[in-house]
């Protein structure tokens, strides 16, 4: 919206006047997007036996409430994810891991 505005305001509503809105939303997202990226990948090459043992996980409750309680913010999982390791890391007795 801010972008149209701006393109409206200066009366340039070319692809060159809308041009900041690419800039922005890429500058937003990157991150998320690598992020989510990045995980596809590590899911696709998991074993059978460990996408069972996460889905088992899936059943611990503390993970479970970090979960729901991202559910309203999914489009910015790489923080969700972040904690949801680190309760892990703390359940094992390890040091954080963090996916950025």
């Known amino acids: 919206a801010t972008t149209l505005a701006e393109a409206l305001e200066a009366g340039d509503?070319?692809?060159?006047?809308l041009a900041p809105y690419e800039e922005r939303w890429r500058a937003a997202l990157a991150s998320e997007i690598r992020q989510g990226m990045r995980l596809r990948r590590l899911?696709?090459?998991l074993?059978?036996?460990?996408?069972?043992?996460l889905h088992r996980l899936l059943g611990v409750p503390v993970l479970r409430r970090v979960l729901v309680s991202a559910a309203p913010s999914l489009d910015w999982h790489s923080?969700?994810?972040?904690?949801?390791l680190e309760r892990l890391d703390r359940h094992r007795g390890a040091a954080p891991t963090s996916v950025r």
């Open 43 to 45: 899911v696709e090459q």
């Open 79 to 84: 923080s969700k994810l972040t904690r949801v």
């Open 47 to 53: 074993p059978e036996s460990a996408i069972e043992q």
């Open 13 to 17: 509503v070319t692809a060159a006047g």
